[in-house]
C-alpha cells in the first residue's frame, strides 16, 4: 500500500511508452503539489517499465502481473493506493495549467458525488469536443452512450455552450475523478468488461446508490484517442456490443428489461447488416460473437443483477437516440428533448 495521499492520478498503461513520453511531462508539471502522480503498468513489453525507471524518478510505478485490460488493470492498481480521490487518466492525454484543483473542489464540494469528469477536447483538434466523453456523457433507455458535444460520430466545436455544472450519467474513463471509498463500495470496475463501457457501468451503479456523477466545466484536457484500439477496429465493436448488452441486462429496471434488451438486439443485428453491406466482414463477426458472448455470460451476469437495485436514475434520457439522430436528423445534443431526461 501506497503512503496516503488525498489525490492519486492513476495512469493505465500498456505498451504507451511513446504517449508517457510525450504526455507525462505535463501532468507532473502542471499537477503539482495537487496529487502524487502514479503509473499503473499492465505488463507492458515496449520497455515502459525501464523508460519510466530511468527518466522519471518523481512517478511511483505499479506493476501488473499480466494484461487484465482497462477494468481488471484499474482494479487491481488502486487497491495498492490509499488516497481520498482517484484520478483514472489516460496515457494519451494532455493536461492543461490548473486542471486538477476545480475537479478536486467539486468533489470537496459535495460528499454525495462519486465520480465527475473535465471537459474533453480533441488533442488533434482543439477547438472541438473529443469523442470519448466531451462535456459529459449520457445514456439512452436503449443504451446508446452519447454526450454533451456527441452524438454518435458528430462532434460539435467547443463554442462554450456547456460551460455549466451539470450532473450527467457517466463520466468519461479518459479522465474521472472517483471517490475511493465509493469505488471500493461498489467493488470498483467489472472485470469482465475487460475495456470499454465499464466506466459507464460504474457510474450506473454508482448511480443506483443514491451517488450523482458530475461534469466540471473549468477544468479542460485534450485527448488523442483510440491510443490502445482503433475506432474501426472489430475488437472494439466486439468489446462495445458485448459490454452494452451485459450492461443493460445488469442494470435496467425490471420492467425494461426484456422489451429493451430485445429491442437493442434487433438493432445490432441491423446494425450488422450494414457493415455486411459496408463490405465490413469483420464487424459483422464482431456483432455475432458479441451476442453469443453474451449470451453465455447470461448465469454470471444475472448473479450481477440482483446485488444492484435496478431502478430508474437521474439523467438518463427516455428516448430511442438512434431515431432521433438518424431519422429526425438530430445533430446536436442541444437538439434532444431535455423532457426526456429523468430527473
Avoid at 138 to 144: R, T
Avoid at 221 to 235: A, E, R
Amino acid at each position: 500500500m501506497l503512503t496516503k495521499t488525498k489525490t492519486a492520478v492513476v495512469i493505465l498503461n500498456w505498451n504507451g511508452k511513446e504517449f508517457l513520453k510525450k504526455f507525462l511531462p505535463g501532468v507532473i508539471k502542471f499537477t503539482h503539489d495537487d496529487g502524487i502522480i502514479i503509473v499503473a503498468d499492465n505488463n507492458s513489453d515496449d520497455d515502459s517499465v525501464a523508460m519510466l525507471t530511468s527518466n522519471f524518478n518523481s512517478v511511483d510505478i505499479i506493476r501488473n502481473e499480466s494484461n487484465g485490460g482497462f477494468a481488471t488493470g484499474y482494479n487491481l492498481a488502486l487497491q495498492k493506493i490509499n488516497s481520498e480521490y482517484y484520478v483514472l487518466l489516460n496515457s494519451d492525454i494532455e493536461v492543461t495549467d490548473g486542471w486538477l484543483k476545480p475537479l478536486i473542489a467539486l468533489m470537496d464540494s459535495d460528499e454525495s458525488i462519486a465520480a465527475c469528469q473535465p471537459r474533453i477536447r480533441s488533442y488533434h483538434h482543439p477547438d472541438q469536443f473529443e469523442y470519448a466523453g466531451a462535456a459529459g456523457g449520457f445514456i439512452d433507455i436503449f443504451g446508446y452512450p452519447f454526450c454533451q458535444g456527441r452524438l454518435f460520430q458528430n462532434i460539435e466545436n467547443d463554442d462554450n455552450q456547456y460551460n455549466e455544472r451539470r450532473e450527467i450519467f457517466w463520466a468519461s474513463g479518459a479522465c474521472m475523478v472517483v471517490r475511493a471509498a465509493v469505488y471500493h463500495q461498489l467493488g470498483g470496475l467489472d472485470d469482465d468488461f475487460f475495456a470499454h463501457m465499464e466506466e459507464i457501468d460504474f457510474c450506473w451503479r454508482a448511480k443506483q446508490h443514491g451517488y450523482k456523477v458530475m461534469y466540471c466545466p473549468e477544468s479542460v484536457v485534450f485527448h488523442v484517442g483510440g491510443g490502445t484500439l482503433p475506432k474501426k477496429s472489430w475488437k472494439k465493436t466486439y468489446l462495445n456490443m458485448r459490454n452494452n448488452s451485459i450492461m443493460l441486462c445488469k442494470n435496467l429496471p425490471k420492467r425494461y428489461l426484456i422489451p429493451v434488451l430485445f429491442t437493442r438486439l434487433l438493432l445490432d443485428g441491423i446494425a450488422a447488416l450494414k457493415f455486411l453491406a459496408d463490405g465490413g466482414w469483420h464487424d459483422l463477426w464482431a456483432v455475432f460473437r458479441a451476442h453469443m458472448s453474451f449470451y453465455r455470460s447470461l448465469p454470471v451476469t444475472l448473479h450481477k443483477r440482483r446485488k444492484i437495485p435496478g431502478i430508474l436514475v437521474s439523467q438518463m434520457y427516455k428516448g430511442n437516440v438512434v431515431f432521433e439522430h438518424f431519422l429526425l436528423r438530430r445533430k446536436q445534443f442541444s437538439q434532444l428533448s431535455q423532457k426526456k431526461f429523468t430527473s
